[in-house]
């Protein structure tokens, strides 16, 4: 079977998570892995390189804007958040040695004003000409909130905030419309003043005027990303996100998310294809099952126990099980204002397959929550088409455990076995993020669309 | 006289300031230049380079967060604020094609949290491995305000924000020591908890913990730069500021401010060298005067009696001069809560040499208040040696009048004249813009430094 001939196939939509070592909390310390990846502007360039040079539609960067040191013996033996790259910044960055791949990075509503983050986004999709992604995250309040005036951030107040936030992004991102710009030499006119939208926006959370001073993009406007998976956060993503990020280990799980998250979108005018569902998966790819095995025993090895611990204790709500036996059962937990829906992921997985503490912490060690398959490619690609066709995935968000080595071994290992199935493309289709993703162009707003009903 | 002999020599210091088409009003309408400038990131990329190729310590971007169409007719003939990119995300993608130039961008502490912007430069300082600065600006209550939930922004409250701001900036700058990092996969600890520090910081505006999540670069922290003449303004950049970007168009006036500010710095603990003062200059060369003359002619011909009314309008506090007569008198103005100093420089000129409205707004649609020289490479390197000699100057802020041609011009002309005189370098001193512009390294407040001291 040729892969002309699937071409009009449906194909999965294919991210690469960046962790500077690899996802696996112990990458840092593996053989393959350069310590100083954190700072390494170039050990970046080389990843985004290799992911776009394997048409990967995008990279996702995640973000935290704090150093929980509250436990620094733990926080000092793995190399996330405290020393590396901002993402926005890192983004502009790899946007000028790339040309096709997206760049989508984390950004929370909770401590950013929405002028200044339309305009990064925006000025990032022109920098990289019709290329930026928003993963618009909300914020607990944790250790991030004691660096912005510590505020309050009950869940639903912040989602509150968020929806109003992302409503005047959107919105500032159709300050111009896609012709404004008229460049005319001869008679010195620069735009076409009819094609200028003032926002005037003033609700409850914000009083923003606009218009942005950033033009639309070859893409319209950056591609909205969300990841949250409670009951406000599929509302706020149904209205508004354009590919959600999840994290579902069976697929019942995954389906029973698909299905609910794609079913809300015609009561905002939407079609359940314009958002794209990519579920996040941790490889750990082997010739043989034995030799996946091994490697990802590798890994788990490197990890010491107070990392352990503290990871699981962020993970269920910053709860310090230093206390119960580490052999034991995870106790009862109280009611978290962090991320609710992830708290109940770890709950119910250790319930479910009774795992003591340890047990947990090194399920979570690597692939921290997320769907994780230790296999051959053919075993993976397996997992994977299962997903794909079966209701549960438009994609995946791919979470190499090591950098290069785990990046290396799902390009050239996992990719020509789904190119043989005809899962995967071998050529972008478009010169935009969007285009890549078969999302719909957003037609400016001076037009109305369904988009802006909620306003 | 060979170069080689003047390397001990007391140099001048160079910025080459970036606007996409030109620093003229009119450049985008000139020929040389593309109307495509402002979101084509290859013009950008072909400036720095050629600044980087010419040896310049510094690219510079202003900035402004919003678009004043209140006189949208106006607006619709220039290129600026309109749809141009964000500098920090501008810098962060030119860092990736430079090696040795100096990136550094103006970001206003009136409407952005301190934990975010000592974040996005440490990034870039990181990413550019030790070639940022941020040029630390205030903003009045005007057109940008009204995308910030309109606050308060008198004068002296938005200073007295300010400083707070830079203490909690420098402070988390200060987050790790400069050998924290010790990536020690054997026994696995990545850093040294002890030389983690957290800041804090609780006082009248910002309440902000940290520490920051970015580590130290090898210039220590990104150069601070500041741009203020009025008295809190020189205040702030005495304590704090590394260069000192200015406006003034006599070497009297330039003379004045050197010294003044110079005198305020043992105050502070600090040596008068460990602040470069560079004012602004318009350089328009030609081969010979009548060459110049016409050059300069020729882009002011293209500047619209629209633009010109309102650019002066903007400059002297947003007074409306439309119901004046335009060859008449400036009339008096009320005092105005944006830039002081800056509105009373335009009032002093054209009172000085008894301008109308006219010649006032063809003045500042040139060098829009900065010193204009128009002459053949030794008038221009004769004016510059004067006020860089005789206490006016550390360098110069050069802002061609049109790009590529006005740079290019400083650069085939004017520097190597420079060259011959010994007051330019051929080759880069250091690695970093710190070192290149010759100011210490800011030892970590770890061991006190003078610095540290008005804490």
Known sequence: MSERANTAKRQMKLGAFMYPGGHHVAAWRHPDVSAKATTDFQYRVAFAKAAEAAKFDLIFLADGVGVGESNVAALSRVDEWSNGFE????LSALSAVTTRIGLVATASTSFT?????????ASLDQLSEGRAGWNLVTSSDGIEAQNFNPRDLQHTARYARANEFADVVLGL???????AFLRDKESGRFFDPAKLHVLHHKRTYFEVRGPLNVARSPQGHPVLVQAGSSEVGK???ARTAEVVFTAQRTLQDAQAFYSDLKARLPRYGRNPDDLKVMPGVF????????EAQDKFAALQDLIHPEVGLALLSTYIGNFDLSVYPVDGPLPDLPESNASKSRQQLFVDLARRENLSIRELYLRIAGARGHWQLVGTPVQIADALEERFLNGGADGFNVMPPTVPGGLTDFIELVLPELRRRGLFRS????RTLRENLGLPFPRHAARPTSRRAAE
């Open 173 to 179: 991102w159709n300050s111009w419309e896609d012709d």
């Open 283 to 290: 490889p750990v790819v082997g010739r043989s099952e034995a």
């Open 113 to 121: 004003e929405p002028f200044n983050l339309a305009r990064y986004f």
């Open 427 to 430: 050529e972008y289709e478009g």
């Open 235 to 237: 509302e706020l993503a």
């Open 87 to 90: 993402p926005i910044t890192l």
